[in-house]
């Protein structure tokens, strides 16, 4: 699975828009770009997934540029629930391969 | 969202004994699970995959004759943690993967060994 680099921890405050970008260079054609978010003592919870350009749904976007070695999940009006660890995976879909998480970024919003 | 269901969700147990832990997809057959360990502030780290009716394939470093997994049917998979020890308390997390495009979690089982 391709490395991803992410930032460590990001702060805001309520109602803003934060943007987490994480970086995988060496990213395959098949791969998929997925976002988890975990809150302590908790299992990661599926936000969004994405191989190019943008994806949005009923909590987040995610943006892709041509070259697909990054992403930016985007969190709209952030609220105080939202503090949590977010974890970007890349992978093939349809596949048995372990998923492989990184450091992840810990976001913490304040009031 | 598919559900991946973990018991116990949180166990503790005397240093020296063995202690099961059970990972259930409830609406889905999982022909793959995936097995976590997670330290404080640490993130997931994947210590064996795997498949049904087959052996588990461990991450270097885990002692399958420590963590023993079994996963004898396209539902269940479990993880026992035999003779453990302090430095095994830690938050478990098992995941399960259908046919889909993504992994469900369980909510994890808090170990803690005294």
């Known amino acids: 699975l391709a490395k991803t680099t992410q930032p460590i921890s990001m702060d805001s405050y309520e109602g803003q828009e934060v943007n987490i970008t994480c970086s995988h260079n060496n990213i395959a054609t098949n791969d998929y770009i997925t976002w988890y978010q975990q809150f302590p003592s908790q299992g990661p919870r599926f936000i969004i997934q994405?191989?190019?350009t943008k994806v949005t749904n009923e909590v987040a976007s995610l943006f892709i540029p041509a070259d697909r070695k990054s992403s930016t999940l985007s969190l709209p009006r952030v609220s105080l629930s939202d503090t949590a660890v977010y974890y970007c995976l890349v992978g093939e879909p349809y596949n048995t391969d372990k998923l492989i998480f990184g450091t992840g970024t810990r976001l913490q919003v304040f009031p | 969202g598919a559900v991946v269901s973990q018991h116990p969700s949180w166990v503790i147990c005397k240093s020296g004994t063995s202690v099961k832990i059970e990972c259930r997809s409830l609406d889905f057959q999982a022909t793959t699970m995936f097995w976590y360990r997670q330290f404080p502030k640490q993130s997931l780290m994947l210590m064996a995959t795997?498949?049904?009716?087959?052996?588990?394939?461990?991450e270097q470093g885990v002692e399958k004759d420590k963590f023993l997994i079994n996963h004898a049917s396209l539902t269940l998979s479990t993880l026992t943690v035999t003779s453990a020890h302090p430095e095994d308390s830690s938050f478990y997390i098992c995941s399960a993967r259908g046919q889909g495009n993504e992994a469900f979690f369980g909510q994890g089982t808090r170990l803690t060994v005294v």
């Open positions: 795997s498949n049904e009716g087959s052996k588990a394939t461990y």
């Open positions: 994405g191989y190019k």
